[in-house]
């Protein structure tokens, strides 16, 4: 039976999903799911979910959190900050050990791969799972303002790469498909580059 529940966290309720593992007597090996950017969360999660359940049918608990800002969480997306989504992820691993899990692991798919690296020691991780990983915040940043750029395009707008990043520098807030990017969540993306830890890591 999963288990979904509200987890506190520093800035309001965090909605999360609990697989726990089929054999009732083998908790002591976790996953703790860390989701993709934006609407890339959205069109996995159904891929997430089947994956958990397999992963506890093999005997892992798995623990499936919406980040703040994201999913049924607190806060709108606008509202998201890279610190607050770092301490979301320490709280779920701690939320992990209280319920008598003893190893684990951070599974990031996409964008969720880049805060796990990010995260690894912080948490304490024992290994790393990472599919299609993203490397590089600041490319992934660009990435993301190209679709900005594209539905500006079919609007008559000519604004340029430089003039989005400049409007982030200035204060403003961007709509980038649908989601208002806070300049200083991309600014924290711009910047962050974690270092791929030399072992304990499968990446897909």
């Known amino acids: 039976m999963i288990e979904p529940f509200f987890l506190a966290g520093s800035q309001g309720a965090l909605f999360a999903v609990h697989h726990p593992p089929a054999n009732k007597g083998a908790e002591k090996n976790a996953i703790l799911y860390v989701s993709p950017f934006a609407e890339e969360m959205n069109k996995s999660r159904r891929m997430a979910a089947l994956q958990a359940r397999r992963m506890a049918t093999a005997g892992w608990g798995v623990l499936i959190p919406d980040l703040y800002g994201t ?36 599974w990031g798919l996409r964008f969720g791969g880049l805060l796990a690296m990010d995260q690894v020691a912080t948490v304490a991780a024992a290994r790393l799972l990472l599919w299609q990983p993203v490397l590089s915040g600041q490319r992934f940043l660009h990435q993301f303002l190209r679709l900005r750029l594209a539905a500006d395009r079919f609007k008559g707008s000519n604004d340029s790469m430089g003039q989005l990043q400049e409007k982030l520098a200035a204060g403003h807030s961007l709509e980038v498909a649908g989601y208002e990017l806070h300049p200083e969540l991309a600014s924290a993306l711009e910047q962050v580059r974690p270092s791929m830890p030399p072992t304990h890591v499968h990446v897909d």
């Open 71 to 106: 999913g049924d969480s607190a806060g709108d997306f606008v509202d998201a900050r890279w610190a607050i989504w770092q301490d979301d992820l320490l709280r779920c691993a701690d939320w992990l050990r209280q319920r008598g899990y003893e190893r684990l692991t951070l």
